[in-house]
């Protein structure tokens, strides 16, 4: 954490609504009141994964940036790609507030947001006018509201699939009643059929393949991994995100805010959502990319992510508490990592780490 977030910004901010300081810290990077943070390449770092040219394996995780306001400013602090949203067909409001809870004790978030957004519409004509070139992927889901959840996700390939780098049907928040059931496998079946032969209709129109990743939650039974792992290789799905926030709350040290309902993310995240994506990576195969998300707090975290199975990683939560000059920070780290193992390619020590992870994912 750098010394001026720890001994100015985290404890102004601190001091404000979460969801204030979120917007705050969303105009500032809008603004360009962050510095931008200057990574040097590191081919050691790049991979294709997904078809797609990815300059290290860090990235913003979906639920930071739900209006695509700044996704160029957020690749310009270090990140090798961003993800937007959660969006929904039409904007909604959210849960009522308060709805985003700091538990300071635990370094972690809960949040029952319930995907408040400005909708797909807001969304694409600011993805339209910043022409980014960095790597942008879109999270679609469905409104709370809706008569029919798929056709929200399949209305998101249509709309998004000219600007979006990748997709990520969000089916696993916990804070949109119901929509977690599309896990199950017959409802999960019908899902990736629908927004699969859609995708494959903009890529007719495009002639561009639009990679489409599957989001899955961390509190799924071990029948609920077989069925989803099942269901992605029948469907020939191009990855998985593991994972969303979680409902539990073991493992918590005593501190405010810990019975709040909703998702919990952060560094308490971090065990539960690695142990699921070896898990899955067990299931699947070692070729099928899978992004690992939860707790990612420093270069160690996010290569044992990888060590685990994962292809590249996502954060949001834990920069909450070491401040935007994380994703620079562990970047830089793994360079020195890779450095200090031997590595020439990131991929390798995934790789030669499977077999362990397997193991301890019995």
Known sequence: MSGLFSSLGRKGLFLLDPEVAHGMSIAALRSGFMPTCHVPHDPRLQQTVAGL????????????????????????????????????????????????????????????????????????SRLIAAGLRGIVGVNIGANKDSE??????????????????????????????????????????????AVLAQRDREAQKLSRHIPVFLKIAPDLTEEGLDDIGAEVLSHRLDGLIISNTTLSREGLRPGSNNNETGGLSGKPLFERSTAVLAKMRKRVGPDLPIIGVGGVSSAETALEKIRAGADLVQLYSCMVY??????????????????????TNIRQLRDSSLESWAARAI
């Open 53 to 124: 040219v990815f300059p290290n394996p860090l990235g913003m995780a979906a639920g930071y940036d739900k209006n695509a306001e700044v996704p160029g400013p957020l690749l310009k602090l270090g990140f090798g790609f961003t993800e937007i949203g959660t969006v929904t067909p039409r904007a909604q409001a959210g849960n009522p507030k308060p709805r985003i809870f700091r538990l300071v004790e635990n370094e972690a978030v809960i949040n029952r947001l319930g995907f408040n957004n400005e909708g797909h519409a807001a969304a694409l």
């Open 148 to 193: 029919d959840r798929i056709a929200d996700y399949v209305k998101g390939i249509e709309t998004f699939s000219a600007v979006a780098s990748y997709f990520t049907a969000n089916i696993s928040s916990p804070n949109t009643p119901g929509l977690r059931d599309l896990q199950a496998r017959d409802s999960l079946a019908a899902l990736l059929s």
């Open 322 to 343: 070491e401040g935007p000059g994380l994703p620079g920070t562990i970047v830089r780290g793994l360079s020195k990592l890779l450095e200090r193992d031997g590595v």
